[in-house]
């Protein structure tokens, strides 16, 4: 080895424990050269692997721990702590993994120096090779493309990769729009856009396709181009559902689809008056985020409280509660007749009540349609609310096209393949993984538990499992002390879970999910919790 060599390989070791220290199924942080280390032990064995989730750079120590993964307390992503690899999402990147040595009692961990500073690693990946004459096309730019190009790039695909998208940005970070809305556009990409370069992935920015011809095997963008594919995957999400009442052509009348409608509606309601249409997630969260920006805030939901339906309620009224705290006035069980303008502007909202709310910015947030118009004719499966239909190896029925993310309707596995539409982020990533992995004839199906996280004044609401047609609730902690763990029943087993301050017990209950064990309401209304880690 020369001199150059050996100072890449230069590691720095340091003693983190006693062998008896951990039992199996325990974590410890240690510190190995000012880098912080998540410290295992399982089946007997010692691994050692970045402390941080490569997502939003949680700390996994306060995550759960179910055989050889952990997942984030935060928001659901898993790694592998023997590899680092990630195996649930969200998030792109694997984590570090570092040498342990156990001698004469003492646990040793090395860490090569010059990755020292690293927090999170991208798993190796191939390059195109133009002698392949093969090309995949991904129509969307969402999470679930981005996640099965980089897959195919993993699994040495050497052929021609293209992502379409109608957005103006590279795949980004969509769950942070309604959460933040002034966030400038760099800070929410995936990847940067010489990640994509370097991987020979190209990204089609501003390009809409508008019809796919399978028997031809090519896409047709709106204009008039056309790409061959040799496979294809639909990714194309949803998007808002437009108001319908008269007047929702003002100006003012806005929806929050893109990064520019979320800088848009940031600007636009500074100091003014703002009426938000929907208590809905992204209803909720807007009214959340301009509650200290706008002049003032109303929001008008069709039910009593909002997420009643989702999350029962008791959480419904407690989110109200958070948000008229911070003066957001609400209108609840009614809804939009009709807007008003004054010179082609919105001046006020008419309620069915027959309150009128005076507005100088409307933002609906009532619900999304799946993208899938652009399908017609090609003979590809739409169920009735124009969901694209696969199967769990996110197959559709047409030969070489893959379906997957929110505009998909999915078998799913906690449910007894029970075919749903979920739209959520971690879910999106999943299935573009699953579609790639199929497309190369790894034969893979879909098997996540679904889980997502909603932002109110800084405090997240996290949630796992899937609770449509619960018939109770059990709650630990107090809902009213903004402090508690809801457990959804159906049928006498734990269904869904939703929790505040409760870590890691979604994450937790989210792993035993994904093992398959069934909880029983018994055991959700026992008082002994330690099953569950907290």
């Not at 969260?285 to 039910?303: C, H, I, M, Q, T």
């Not at 739409?382 to 694209?388: C, E, Y």
């Not at 906690?414 to 999943?430: A, F, K, L, Y």
Request: glycine share 8%.
């Amino acid at each position: 080895m020369n001199p150059g060599e050996a100072e890449e390989q230069e590691e720095v070791t340091g003693l983190v424990c006693q062998e008896g220290d951990l039992e199996d199924g325990q974590m410890k942080e240690v510190t190995v050269g000012d880098q912080k280390v998540l410290l295992v032990r399982t089946q007997g064995q010692y691994s050692a692997v970045g402390s941080q989730c490569s997502h939003y750079n949680a700390p996994l120590i306060k995550g759960a721990l179910v055989g050889d993964r952990v997942r984030c307390p935060f928001h659901g992503a898993c790694f592998n702590v023997r590899t680092g690899d990630i195996e649930e999402y969200p998030g792109l990147d694997c984590l570090p993994s570092y040498k342990v040595k156990v001698e004469d009692g003492n646990v040793y961990v090395s860490i090569i120096k010059k990755s020292l500073k690293s927090t999170k690693r991208v798993k190796d990946m191939c390059k195109m090779e133009p002698a392949v004459k093969d090309t995949i096309v991904l129509v969307g730019g969402g999470p679930a493309s981005l996640v099965c190009a980089e897959t195919l790039r993993q699994n040495c695909y050497q052929g021609c990769l293209i992502i379409i998208t109608k957005d103006t940005l590279p795949p980004f970070d969509k769950p942070k729009l309604s959460k933040a809305l002034n966030l400038d556009s760099s800070s929410i990409l995936l990847r940067p856009r010489d990640f994509y370069q370097q991987y020979r992935i190209e990204v089609w920015t501003q390009k809409e396709v508008v019809c796919v011809n399978s028997a031809d095997k090519v896409v047709k963008m709106s204009d008039g181009t056309v790409q061959h594919y040799d496979q294809l995957l639909i990714s194309t999400g949803c998007r808002a559902r437009p108001l319908s009442c008269p007047g929702s052509d003002l100006k003012g009348v806005k929806l929050l689809q893109s990064h520019k409608d979320a800088k848009d509606i940031h600007s636009s309601c500074l100091g003014q008056k703002a009426v938000v249409i929907g208590a809905s997630f992204i209803g909720m969260e807007v009214a959340s985020y301009l509650a200290d920006k706008a002049g003032s805030v109303a929001l008008v939901g069709n039910s009593r409280y909002p997420f009643e339906r989702s999350l029962g309620p008791e959480i419904g009224k407690m989110s109200m509660q958070m948000l008229e705290e911070q003066n957001v006035k609400f209108y609840m069980d009614d809804g939009v007749t009709e807007i008003r303008g004054e010179n082609g502007k919105v001046k006020e909202v008419v309620l069915k009540s027959g309150k009128v709310l005076e507005a100088d910015v409307v933002i609906a947030g009532i619900g999304v349609i799946p993208n899938s118009d652009f399908l017609a004719g090609s003979e590809v499966e739409v169920d009735s609310r124009k969901a694209v239909v696969v199967d769990k190896f996110m197959r559709t029925n047409v030969p070489d096209i893959f379906s997957a993310g929110d505009v998909t309707s999915f078998p799913l596995s906690i449910c007894g393949d029970q075919r749903v539409n979920i739209r959520h982020w971690q879910m999106s990533h999943s299935q573009g993984r699953v579609a790639a992995l199929n497309m190369l004839k790894k034969t893979t199906t879909i098997k996540s538990v679904p889980f997502f996280w909603t932002v109110l004044l800084g405090k997240s609401i996290r949630y796992t499992g899937y609770g449509e047609g619960y018939t109770d609730i059990i709650f630990k902690g107090k809902v009213e002390e903004r402090k508690f763990l809801a457990f959804y029943i159906k049928d006498e087993v734990v269904v869904a879970a939703a929790s505040l301050i409760f870590d890691p017990a979604v994450a937790h209950l989210a792993e035993l999910m994904a093992t398959g064990q069934i909880i029983t309401k018994a055991q959700a209304e026992a008082d002994d919790l330690s099953w569950l880690h907290v």
